[in-house]
Structures are given as C-alpha cells and as structure tokens.
C-alpha cells in the first residue's frame, strides 16, 4: 500500500515540473510564420552557436528549428528532421521554409551581430 502511494506522490511531483516556465532564449528576435496559413510576426529567436556555423531558431511555443549556414556558398540545411530547407524570395533577408513553418533571418545568420 505504501509503495502504491509513494508512487503516486511520485508521478504528482513529476507532472508538477512539467508545468515550470523554461528560460528565454537569449538571442535576437527575428520574424516567423509558425504553421500553415500563419503570418509573419517578430516573435521567435534566433539563437547563435559560438565557433559553429550552427543557428538555433526558437518558436514562442518552446518548438525549434536547427539549422547550419554556410557563408561561402550561402547554403542553409536543416539539421534536425526530415523537412529540407526551401528557399523562398525575401529582399534583405534570407527568407525561407522548414516544412509549414517559414522565418526570415539575416543575410548572414551566423554571424554575430555587430554592436
């Protein structure tokens, strides 16, 4: 019976730490469309990889995307999942899609930005 209960006590405590608030990601903020038929709006982040050519774009509903820029071809690839990258016409921006999802980033995505 004890066990039945210290069990149960267990599994409240787990699921009452799935509710917790994970921290912002720290990076720029950068325009997304999150879903098919959605519209663009500042509210993902794009998060850099120190040393690596690797970008981290985060959504507001905790999802992400991983991706690797390569300058000297300007090649962007997905490294998580089995969408591929489609690149779309963006002026100033490198605009593309990951699936439904579509974002618009900077021309250099890798790069720091400079202060």
Known sequence: MSLRISSLSLAFALLAGCGAQSPEPAGDTIACAIGQGAEFAEVCTLERIAGTPQII?????????RL???????????????DPVVLEEGQGVLQFA??????????????????
Request: aromatic letters at 8%; charged letters at 20%; glycine letters at 12%.
């Open 57 to 65: 774009v985060h959504h507001p509903d905790g999802g992400f995307r």
């Open 68 to 82: 690797s820029y390569d300058p000297a071809t300007g090649t962007l690839a997905a490294l998580d999942g089995a």
């Open 98 to 115: 990951v699936g439904q999802d579509r974002y618009r980033l900077p021309r250099e995505p890798a790069a720091a930005p400079t202060p």
